[in-house]
Each structure stands twice: as structure tokens, then as C-alpha cells.
């Protein structure tokens, strides 16, 4: 596949396991959580970002300028090494897409959904204790073991229909990773894979805690898909939603 943008990072999830520190109560998780991640203050702060990052995936290397704001706008530019430049977005209410000197249009269904989900993702504006009030579902899981290390697993079920297991370190209480069943590329391949998406390298910015890596594995196979090395992030202060519209 050539052309992956942000949004297939945005989404991933596990097994559970048990012992006696994995019977808390979801709302003590998810306050030490926010704690790690710099306090609920903090996180409220932050109204719209902007992350520029390298992605890499076989061959392809684009260069991504990622723009979110609450509560759902998002807008990415794709820069192949090739000179070809994709967009996509999420103007708040429909997706939309332009590929190269191609017109812009409005897309629909799961790709729509992916785009308006991506900015809505508990790794960057948001934290896993807004999303219910996102619409989703939020069931505490348990505990797993990733080597020698334990989580806390918290299932969400969201409003687009995507079931994700978010794994916490049980000692820093921060999100290392996540797992859910889906395909990587739908348009390209349809079959469903068990995909971990992992996030590493944390850095504070204005006092929330952000992943500066990013990488998706095939657990089937144990295949590394792809991965991502986010340059900076930055609080914008200045975009409205006109910013998001579709390009005429």
C-alpha cells in the first residue's frame, strides 16, 4: 500500500489477565492516569494541536502536518518524497479528501468515520477519561503481562463502532499501547488482523505528557507494519473551523 495517512494511527488494543491490584475501579485508574499525563487542568488546555512527524512504511516516507481541535475538526497534509501531496479532513460534520492536483471531495462511510475518530483519539487532545463523553463505552478489563511488564486494560467501544483495549503501565500509569481487530488498509485488503499500536519516547509539552513514537505491529505475525517519529507539537491558538473546510 502507498499511501497510509495519520488516521491509521489513531485507532488499536488485548488479552486480560488478573492478580489483586487489577480489581480497582476504572475512575481510580483513569484518575492516576490524568495525573500522569499532567492533571485534568492541564489536558483541558489543550483546544487544537499541530504534530509534524515522518511516517514510514515500506518504501514511503511522507512527511505529516497533523491539525486537531476539539471536539472533532482534523486536517493532515500528506508529503511524499516523490512530490506528491495528499490532504485529508474532518470539517465537523462530513470527511473529505484531495489527492494530488485531483479535486477535493467528501468521503463517507468508515474512511469518513476513521478521520473524524482520528481527532478525537485519547493519545493527543484528549484523554481515555473524555471518552464517554464521546459517545463511547469504557469497561476496565483487567490486567495483562507484556514482558515482565503489567497493564491495566481498559476496553472502549466507541460511537464508530471500533472496539480498542488501551493498555496502562501499571506502575507510571501511563498508555503504552492498544490492540483491536481490523484490517490495516480496507480498500486495499479487507481481512481483518490483530493490530498493537505502540507509543513510546514521551516528552512533556506545556505540561501534558505526549508520545513522540509511534508504531503499529501484525501480532499474527509479529510483523512491524509501520511507524511514525513525531518532530514537534504545538498548541495552536489561532484556528476556527473555517480552517478545516474542504478546499473549493
Known sequence: MRKLLLATFLLAAGTVGADEQCDKPVEWILDRYVEARGGYDGLEAQNALRIVSTNHEGKWNPKFDYRIMKPGYMWIEAAYDDGEIIYEGFDGERGWE?????????????????????????????????????????????????????FYVINVSSKFGTDIDYYLNQETFVLERSRTVRPLHPTVDPTPITIEERWSDFRWVEGVLHPFAFSLINVDNGELLSSLEVHTITRETQLTSEFFRMPE
Not at 474512511?111 to 476496565?140: D, F, R, T, W
Request: proline share 6%; charged share 15%.
Open 98 to 150: 484531495k489527492w494530488g492536483e485531483k479535486p477535493a471531495s467528501y468521503v463517507s462511510g468508515k474512511a469518513g468515520q476513521a478521520l473524524n475518530q482520528g481527532a478525537q483519539s485519547p493519545v493527543h487532545l484528549y484523554g481515555l477519561h473524555h471518552m464517554e463523553g464521546l459517545g463511547a463505552k469504557i469497561v476496565p478489563q483487567g490486567c495483562s503481562e507484556f514482558g515482565g511488564q503489567n
